[in-house]
């Protein structure tokens, strides 16, 4: 894992991948209809792949308490 942090809606991450590739991710994580994610990746698979799950799995791991990126928009939405 090289990063993982909110920006603004998002989720952003950087993950190591195979040989010196290190990927990048940007997660939307919302509720409509129940929980949507939907993210991106810079990997071969593109789209909701195992880097993603890495990004939001570390980012429920933060000490901090977590709230999702739309909590800061008014939106009572938490993650953990």
Known sequence: MQ???VNGQEIEGGVNGSGRNVYEQAIYVGVEDGVVIDGSCTCPMEYNCKHV??????YLEQPAVQES????????TQLS
Request: charged fraction near 20%.
């Open 3 to 5: 990063r993982c942090r």
């Open 53 to 58: 799950a890495a990004v939001l799995f570390a």
């Open 69 to 76: 990126p739309r909590a800061a928009h008014g939106h009572a």
